[in-house]
């Protein structure tokens, strides 16, 4: 993590069809507070869909093996679990009393890492494992509120997850791109997102 | 990674999806789109105007106006993965790419 990080909360200049926050989402407040802010920015403030998307893993991070610094596992450690289930589970929580009257849904990004171990991402495959029980359990919690709780497990995809996978934090964010490019071109300011 | 390793690792994961290539972010946000549908309706036609509907072209819009939806899909878990878990191993030659020792993250 480095210093330089845009101020969580940062407003981009919204593109007729869409709005751009960047939040810090390993900053368990600016997480909390993020659905709050955008649900500010869209029309009528109804929120209807929730993507979980952020994400990323840390290699290297294999059982036994020595320390780079003191702490380093333990940061390591921080850093994964708080973007990939922390994250997760504050943004879910602010996000029902939006969902509950369009009786919307969520979709969580996790991967088949959660299903099958992979050396040295110990953290990373765990986190993915917490995303499909947090999935579930909110499925089950929100179901009588008519909001629907999935999750996408992908296997490798081309996006810059893979540039990026030594030095969090970084930003699953080519699907959502793909989700919305028949309208927006790729945003300069989320390209591959150092924030 | 650098750019560079990403792509290399690209090229090898070939093989280890059976459907012989990496995923796209296409495979991916379809599913999202999917899983997107209005529960109320149980039609992707019941979305709301500015919903998901409007990043799809027309077209393709209109035909999935008409379609059964994921209205009564919740708490699962969707594997997209070109049949990646068919094969998955955790043989140590699998383990490699994510087992060489990279400098640590500075302390958060």
Known sequence: MNDERPHPLTVHPPTPNHSFLAVDLTDGAAAAGLVDR???????????????????????????????APGAKAAAYDAVFNLDVKAVFLITDA???????????????????????????????AAKAAVDMLTK???????????????????????DFHRAAGSLP??????????SHHRCTRHPTLQPLQA | MTEAFAKAYYAASCATHPIGRVGRPHDISAMALFLADESKSGTWGGLPRGGALQF??????????????????????????GGRLLTASTAPQLAAPFAAPT??????
């Open chain 1, 95 to 125: 996000a029902v009393r939006h969902l509950t009257p369009t009786r919307g849904i969520i979709i969580n990004l996790s991967s088949v890492a959660g299903q099958r171990p992979m050396g040295g991402l110990a953290p990373y495959c």
């Open chain 1, 38 to 68: 955008a649900v500010e920015l869209l029309p009528g403030g109804r929120l209807d869909v929730v993507v979980n998307n952020a994400g990323g893993g840390l290699i290297g991070q294999q059982f036994g093996a020595a320390e780079s």
């Open chain 2, 56 to 81: 799809l072209p027309p077209h393709f819009a209109r035909r999935l106006a008409h379609t059964r939806c994921a209205g009564f899909m919740t708490g699962s878990i969707v594997v997209i993965d």
């Open chain 1, 170 to 179: 970084c930003s699953t964010g080519a699907v959502a791109y793909h989700v």
């Open chain 1, 137 to 159: 359990t909110a499925a089950l919690e929100l179901a009588g509120r008519g909001i629907r709780v999935n999750a996408i497990a992908p296997a490798t995809v081309e996006t």
């Open chain 2, 103 to 108: 400098p640590a993250p500075a302390a958060t």
